[in-house]
Structure formats: C-alpha cells, structure tokens
C-alpha cells in the first residue's frame, strides 16, 4: 500500500469505522490522499469470530472519506486466533494479559510471565513502519475510566502513545497511535498495565490484545 507509513504516522488514534488521511496533499496519484476506513466484521466467511475490515484505496473524489467505489484493496483481521497473522500489509501478534482487570487508581500488571510478550524486537520485523497497540478493554463501574498501556518491564517504564481510554461496560478493541518510535531497538518484555479513573473503579482487558505490525 503506497504511503502507508505517511498515513500511519499523521493519525493521533486509529479508531472503529474512521477514515485516516494522508499529511501531504502530494501523496497518492495525481494528489490524490491514500485513505484507510475501518469497520467491524461480523462473524462469516470473513472471519468465522468476527473481527476487523480494513480497507485501502485513494480518494478519488477529493471529500476525505473513503467510499465504496475507491477501495482498492481489503485485509480481514479476525479475532479468536492465539498465533501470529501474517497479511499482506500486516502482522498482528498478540500482547498478553488475557481476562487482567484490576480495581483502584494505581497502575498494576500481571505477575504472570506467560500473560506478557517477552522479549519483542521490533527489528524482528522487517519494513514495519508502523506498530500499533490493540488492546481488548472494558470498564465494570459506572462512572468510571479505565486506563490501558503497555508497560515496558526490561526498562521499568511505559511505552509513550500506547494508552488508550474506555468508559464503558462492552468489551472493545482500542487503536493507540503508531508506537514504532517509542519503543526500543533492542529486545524488552512487554505487558499491559491497567488502571481505574475513581477509586473504587473496576476494569481490564478482554481475552485477546494484540501488537499490530504495518508495513509498506
């Protein structure tokens, strides 16, 4: 996909049934801004579970939103898988901590080895341009927040950009930025961590998270 990295790197949040569009005019043919839209894919053919439908194409009409009639190419991201997936834009691992949930404003993580992702190179990939973070996530307690990112244990400090936010009680992948920068050229064991708005809030992640790997 041409100018995927541009793409990537422009956008704060890649969000569910949104359209990305690049930074530079000149980008694409005859100016012509490559475009990504997203939207749930229920369970079928597609993805027996259901997951994610990722479309890329070019805005032909200039109104910055990818229609039907410009997608030129579409990649299915489906959940229920434990193992790596290889597309052709894409490589989604998962990240760990699968049912983590925890109470109260402090970050906590798990103590289980096998519940995080040890030892990610990110150079272990390569052409990535750009790697999300793609968290399960729900919230128990109304009024309340919660707070996920990924925590780097090597080094005892987060991963910049990784926090995504959910306020509400239906489980949900959430889309960080593009985190490629933030995270180091060497090996560090990853997990996620999670905290609570409120006090007495309650919340975590869902069965699967995932890294999502981009590559032109």
């Known amino acids: 996909m041409k100018n995927k990295s541009t793409l990537i790197k ?4 890649l969000t569910v049934v949104a359209a990305l569009f690049s930074c530079d005019p000149e980008d694409g043919v005859n100016g012509q801004n490559s475009l990504i839209s997203t939207a749930i894919e229920a369970s079928g053919v597609n993805c027996g579970s259901g997951g994610l439908q990722v479309n890329y194409g070019l805005d032909a009409n200039g109104n910055g939103v990818l229609e039907e009639a410009e997608i030129q190419n579409t990649d299915y991201i489906c959940n229920g898988t434990d193992g790596v997936v290889e597309l052709d834009h894409l490589t989604r691992i998962p990240a760990g901590s699968p049912d983590f ?5 402090d970050w906590l993580y798990t103590e289980h080895e096998s519940w995080r992702l040890m030892e990610f190179n990110k150079h272990d990939y390569p052409g990535a341009d750009a790697i999300l973070f793609v968290p399960s996530i729900v919230n128990f307690t109304e009024g309340n927040k919660v707070y996920l990112e990924l925590f780097n244990i090597t080094d005892n400090v987060p991963i910049a950009g990784s926090t995504v936010i ?6 949900v992948f959430k889309f960080s930025g593009d985190i490629y920068e933030s995270l180091p050229d060497y090996p560090v064991t990853l997990a996620i961590r999670v905290k609570n708005s409120i006090p007495d809030g309650c919340g975590g992640t869902g069965t699967f998270s995932y890294l999502y790997i981009l590559r032109e």
Do not use: R
Not at 10 to 13: E, H, K, N, P, S
Not at 101 to 105: K, L, M, N, P
């Open 101 to 105: 949930a925890s109470c109260g404003t």
């Open 10 to 13: 422009c956008a704060a949040v």
């Open 166 to 171: 959910h306020d509400n009680t239906a489980f």
